[in-house]
């Protein structure tokens, strides 16, 4: 059973840093596309940034050159480095894993970050 462990979010200043970290287990981590989703109050959830199994990534244009989505295969991890946060950030930030070929997409619980004015 594949299981996403969201872990790194919290309380930040505007203009500040956070790293929120994804464990992926129960299946090999490598064939997986990985995402950050994130949705805020009274909104719909939106992609933030994702990283193909290859490396390849993209953003959504509100997090570019902001924000970084990283792998490292060895650990079943995936990050999103944030910096430069805004108000607007705020929002709870969800861990996604697929590999569409196989029919496969596993959501984690989400970790909630909320960036102070």
Avoid: H
């Avoid at 959830?45 to 924000?67: M, P, Q, W």
């Avoid at 650990?75 to 607007?88: A, D, F, G, R």
């Avoid at 997409?105 to 102070?116: K, P």
Wanted: aromatic share 10%; net charge positive; glycine share 12%.
């Amino acid at each position: 059973q594949v299981q996403l462990v969201e872990s790194g979010g919290g309380l930040v200043q505007s203009g500040g840093s956070l790293r929120l970290s994804c464990a992926l287990s129960g299946s090999i981590f490598s064939l997986f596309a990985m995402g950050w989703y994130r949705q805020a109050p009274g909104k719909q959830r939106e992609l933030v940034a994702v990283i193909t199994s290859g490396g390849s990534t993209n953003y959504a244009d509100s997090v570019k050159g902001r924000f970084t989505i990283s792998r490292d295969n060895a650990k079943n991890t995936v990050y999103l480095q944030m910096n430069t946060v805004k108000p607007e950030d705020t929002a709870v930030y969800y861990c996604n894993a697929k590999r569409l070929g196989a029919g496969f997409d596993f959501w984690g619980r989400g970790t909630q970050v909320t960036v102070s004015s």
